[in-house]
């Protein structure tokens, strides 16, 4: 996806974060350095670390939505093509952890236990990675406390407190979640398990109206939005949504059967 990314994770893994914490904590009072970070920027440093980690890691997902997108207009049947696409999406999500976890609660209404979120909090940063920018953003914050009584000595303790609380905010903020993203995926996933009263040809449509309303609402599908633009093809949200509303509801409604 060109658009609506944040950071590329290609980074700093989990064990390259352990040895920069090392090399910039311990290492620093055995060299007993004249210029130190104090013990409330240590803490924020390593804050940072772990909001950087876990951060989601959307690299990849326009691929796999253009595989969906290949494969609903290839002229198979219906049954398999659906079959294919669910096992395709399943195999895919493995890589993005709260996707898997969101396939397996509405695809397969495995119910996501406290247990399995903790699990997957740890994955998410033991396999997560720190972002170029992310590490600049780290940096800056570390550099800034060093030098912060040479070049800043105006800075309080109470605004020096602030400027990190505001830090820590907008770091995840911005290495926070794609807007839409969740509500579109959501949707990919909502419709890829008819129910007895949906078949299997209007989930493969409404699968498509989705990906067709993505790529032009939010602009993450680049190439389909271009193959849009060019074709002159166009989805109407007033149908999508009551269309979604009736997929939901009639799998609310087998729910209680």
């Given amino acids: ?6 950071f590329s994770k290609k ?33 924020i440093t390593i804050i940072y670390f772990m909001i950087a980690l876990p951060s989601e890691d959307y690299s990849g997902v326009e691929d796999v939505i253009n595989t969906v997108w290949k494969y609903n207009k290839e002229a198979k049947d219906n049954d398999m093509k659906l079959q294919l696409i669910k096992s395709f999406l399943q195999i895919n999500v493995v890589r993005w952890h709260k996707y898997f976890l969101m396939y397996e609660q509405i ?22 990675h720190v972002s170029f920018k992310q590490f600049l953003w780290i940096m800056t914050y570390v550099i800034y406390n060093l030098f912060k009584d040479s070049f800043f000595d105006f800075v309080t303790n109470d605004v020096d407190f602030v400027i990190g609380l505001l830090g820590i905010g907008f770091f995840m903020y911005t290495s926070g979640e794609v807007l839409h993203m969740d509500e ?31 790529a032009r609402q939010y602009g993450f599908l680049t190439e389909i939005k271009k193959e849009l633009e060019e074709s002159n ?22 729910k209680e059967e």
């Fill in 107 to 128: 695809v397969n209404e495995k119910k996501i236990t406290f247990k399995m979120k903790i699990h997957d909090m740890i994955g998410r940063i033991v396999n997560g």
């Fill in 1 to 6: 996806m060109k658009r609506g990314y944040g």
């Fill in 184 to 214: 579109f995926m959501t949707n990919v996933f909502e419709v890829i398990k008819p129910t007895s009263k949906d078949g299997v040809e209007f989930c493969l449509s409404l699968l498509e109206s989705n990906i067709i309303f993505g």
């Fill in 11 to 43: 980074g700093i893994g989990f064990l390259g974060v352990v040895a920069l914490i090392l090399v910039a904590f311990v290492i620093q009072d055995v060299t007993q350095a004249e210029i130190h970070l104090d013990y409330q920027a240590i803490l």
């Fill in 233 to 254: 093809i166009d989805v109407s949200e007033v149908k999508l949504k009551a269309d979604m509303e009736k997929v939901k509801k009639d799998k609310k409604t087998k």
